[in-house]
């Protein structure tokens, strides 16, 4: 009977010589009495200066399936790349030395994983369900971050910064080489980049209770969060991270991905591009001495809008890879639309010597109906057919980590480096 283990629990810990012992041998009890497959649990020491090294190295001596592995820098998300991307498991988690989360969590965390009816699994502490004791300060910062997140990266997960998470090791391997923070960011970052691949984050309401005692300098993580948020932004804005190849590989398909869920999407762009369309025309036709001009400029605008929305939403497609040749090719549509447009005022005018804006107005909202049919059939079949969204020539890699292992986890460390 074969004893890898399923979970490979990792503990990061920088100077907790104290805690951590008091940690581990609560956790291991925990998981052999309530996990009903093999696991391991993985001390990470990040450069500690104290004796927490001694203390991780004599616990994988003493506890069956607990192993160390000491690293040469600081930073919680290195640590967790360093032994997550060399783990045998197939289900990855980590938490808090401290443990603040209450462990009767965990099997809920890690059971929708082993199941395959999720990629990802976070403690929140701030989804319905869950009970939270720590101090005001803490909980304005959180739910601030949680806004923030959602404002600026369409964040929809509850709670980034839990210290109790989990991640099956095949989405793992897609999705390390990706994320650049070392630090506390490193959350964050890996559950975005889930996200905009396309893979199902499962939410645990958790019992967490803030520890004292704890050192996290809150001012300095903020910033560094700040810094993280824009530079993740311009990263994805680009299209250098290879998000759509993920997507493909993992089948991770988006939601009403195919010509009815983009025919939504397109009809809701095109009324609200219409909308300006109109809008525009109706304040230009009465400062300007044509019609003719007033729809050509107005509907030239809302053509540039058009474009740029329906190849973000309604085609998924990022980055600046091909931008200028898309607006080119909708250019060419948008010659189609200003001739049926026009063709509708000269039937108006043919109609009445002296017509109105109102009439003109409804004139040309008949011609945009007539031609929406033909813009969709040409960014489907022309202009955005087969394209992938993002430039997946360029990789990131993870910088080479100096690894130390101890315990049953070093021989599965050698194999997977060789």
Not at 203 to 218: F, G, H, L, Q, T
Request: some cysteine; aromatic content about 6%.
């Amino acid at each position: 009977m074969s004893t890898a283990p399923v979970l490979d629990v990792v503990i990061p810990v920088y100077n907790e010589q104290v805690a951590l012992g008091p940690c581990v041998r609560r956790l291991h009890t925990h998981l052999r009495e309530t996990f009903p497959y093999p696991f391991r649990i993985t001390v990470a020491d990040n450069a500690s200066t104290d004796g927490t090294w001694a203390v991780a190295t004599h616990l994988a001596d003493q506890l069956p399936a607990v192993s160390a592995v000491h690293l040469d820098e600081k930073g919680r998300g290195r640590a967790l790349e360093a032994v997550w991307s060399r783990s045998g498991a197939p289900i990855l988690a980590y938490m808090d030395v401290d443990l603040s989360t209450d462990l009767d969590g965990l099997w809920p965390l890690v059971a929708p994983l082993m199941s395959g009816h999720s990629d990802v699994a976070i403690g929140s502490r701030l989804a319905h369900g869950s009970r939270v004791v720590r101090g005001v300060r803490r909980e304005v910062i959180s739910r601030a971050y949680n806004v923030l997140l959602r404002a600026s990266l369409g964040a929809r997960f509850t709670d980034a910064q839990c210290g109790f998470k989990a991640i099956r090791a095949d989405v793992a391997a897609e999705l390390l080489p990706m994320v650049e923070d070392p630090a506390w960011f490193f959350d964050t970052e890996l559950l975005v980049l889930a996200e905009r691949c396309g893979l199902r984050i499962h939410e645990v309401p958790v019992d967490w209770y803030d520890d004292p005692d704890s050192r996290v300098d809150v001012v300095r993580t903020a910033m560094d969060d700040l810094r993280g948020i824009v530079r993740l932004r311009r990263a994805i804005a680009s299209g250098r991270l290879p998000l759509e190849a993920v997507r493909e590989r993992m089948g991770r398909h988006p939601a009403g991905a195919g010509v009815l869920g983009q025919a939504w999407r397109f009809a809701g762009v095109g009324l609200v591009s219409t909308a300006l369309h109109l809008g525009l025309f109706a304040w230009l036709a009465t400062a300007l001495p044509s019609a003719q001009v007033a729809n050509l400029v107005a509907l030239l605008s809302a053509t540039v809008a058009n474009t740029a929305a329906n190849r973000r939403w309604t085609f998924g497609v990022r980055g600046r890879r091909h931008l200028g040749r898309h607006h080119l090719q909708a250019l060419t549509v948008f010659g189609l639309t200003w001739g049926m447009s026009s063709l509708a005022l000269l039937l108006v005018g043919a109609v009445s010597t002296d017509p109105g804006a109102a009439a003109q107005t409804v004139a040309i909202a008949a011609a945009n109906l007539v031609a929406t049919a033909v813009r969709f059939v040409a960014m489907r079949r022309w202009i955005f057919n087969g394209h992938k969204g993002v430039d997946t020539s360029s990789t990131v890699r993870a910088p080479g980590l100096s690894l130390e292992v101890t315990g049953p986890s070093a021989a599965a460390a050698e194999r997977q480096s060789a």
